[in-house]
DNA sequence: CGCAACCTTGATCTTAATCAATCGTAGTGG
DNA sequence: CCACTACGATTGATTAAGATCAAGGTTGCG
């Protein structure tokens, strides 16, 4: 398996990889007997097995747009993308970001084309996943089976806290409990956190369409979480400096905050 | 396998079953060989094949609570629920609502106590189906298996349609999309329409709290869309009366009415 | 009959959107 | 190295969609 693994990791060369995130040695190493980082190793086992080929997805293009019909699922191996969903006039929501060891393209069934569109934020790169092969995966019953489904779980549970974030939260709730996800996520995923701050690609659009708001108001709220000494954003990066605070801001009891909605 | 399934619905005797809402013939019968019926046929065989009761919810009544811990998952068999969340304040988002044939209670990993809790609109029967038991599907690498990633996927996309109703679109073009929403679901779900009205048991509340609205505001946009003779609403049942014209507000071509968002 | 949910409608208030500059910073090419 | 450009962040003024508050009005049911 590990020959099978460096296999895959050697054909890297030729692409220009390796964004400011994702680390190089954190992204998607089998980092065997951790226990935090087991679920990685299942996506990861996942694309030693059955991964046909990489993409390189340079930052702001498309990998892949609502209405398309695709053979492929994808497996985030760096970088940063979001799933999103344009209106007519423009409107945008971005349904979820995607960090490495994610997985990307899901649909109800095999032939359905996209229901939605997939951004690079950062230059990254993804796993390709033939569909008739995630079948293969249910079917033969072994642990990636089981990965996959607990993957779409998650998702699904991710789903429903941006769902109650809109829904129910003001926008300095729904924004302070997004940065705590947030944190968490890319916390989980990777990453060498220098002096403490994290890498975050996103701009203030980005929360913004994630969370049903306007870029403005996400300016203006973010600027005054920023003034009360809460987090500390810009540059590409996040810090929460005082995750009680937040928390409370959030409306998320404190000793939540850590494992937050024990999405464990 | 006839015969197993016999014996789960001879079960159904003692309980006061059998509400207006999920017809009699309509639930969850093997109707073997109709394509539409094909996916519910999924589930049904894996209440034939792995569920070990059954248990009547009466309506507004909880079927689990958000932090409680639990060995089940639950697939309905007749009735409408919802899941849902609370916030301190009392607040509350409607993650999803539940037809016959629909999975509740999906966590992300075994362990994990539920992150939403689950009620009862109207009388429903759902049947238990053991965690484990859940495990041991996927190890089989069944058809079943592969109706759950598919019924988890499937939930998964019916939330990031809701996620963009909330975020992105108006109150009305959002209850339009809704109500086109559910008027499939219904649809699939089972239950013969009576003059062409479909069942509803949602109150105004409850479309509130699953688009983000208050009910007041509810009530004045179905109003509206009433008066302009695009729905009828009301009593307990739907019926969308302008099927174009409402698209439209929804924001969706016309065309992708029928077979909406593609989530066949 | 009388309560208890729901639904309706009106008046008023707030949050967040919209419109409109301005500023900073990072690249780019000269 | 520096003007030039572009995109994102900021900030202010104004507007609007939807919330909130407050009564009634229906409907259904014990």
Redesign the pocket.
């Known amino acids: 398996m590990a020959t099978a693994r460096i296999d895959i990791e050697s054909r890297t060369g030729p692409v220009p990889l390796r964004t400011p995130y994702g680390s190089p040695q954190g992204g998607l190493r089998p980092n065997a007997s951790s226990d935090v980082a087991e679920k990685k190793n299942g996506v990861l086992g996942i694309v030693r097995d059955y991964a046909i080929d990489r993409r390189f997805v340079p930052a702001g293009a498309e990998l892949f747009a609502e209405g398309e019909v695709s053979e492929n699922l994808y497996i985030v191996l760096d970088g940063w993308l979001f799933q999103h969903r344009i209106l007519e006039d423009g409107r945008r929501q971005i349904l979820d970001f995607a960090l490495p060891g994610a997985v990307v393209g899901y649909r109800s069934h095999p032939e359905a084309p996209f229901a939605f569109s997939a951004e690079a934020i950062t230059n990254a790169e993804v796993a390709i996943i033939p569909l008739n092969r995630v079948t293969e995966i249910i079917r033969s019953g072994s642990e990636s089976a089981l990965t996959l489904l607990e993957a779409a779980n998650e998702a699904l549970l991710g789903a429903f806290d941006t769902l109650t974030d809109i829904g129910r939260r003001?926008?300095?709730e729904s924004i302070a409990h997004f940065l705590l996800r947030m944190d968490r996520r890319i916390r989980r995923s990777a990453s060498a956190n220098d002096q403490g701050s994290l890498p975050f690609p996103l701009?203030?659009?980005h929360i913004?369409d994630a969370l049903?708001?306007?870029?403005?108001?996400v300016?203006?709220t973010?600027?005054k979480l920023r003034s009360e000494g809460l987090v500390e954003t810009?540059?590409g990066r996040l810090r929460i400096v005082d995750i009680d605070a937040l928390s409370e801001d959030a409306g998320v009891a404190s000793c939540d905050a850590g494992d937050l909605r024990l999405a464990s």
């Not at 049903?212 to 108001?217: A, K, M, P, W």
Request: proline content about 0%.
């Open positions: 003001t926008a300095r701009s203030q659009e913004g049903g708001l306007t870029s403005v108001h300016c203006r973010l600027s810009g540059r």
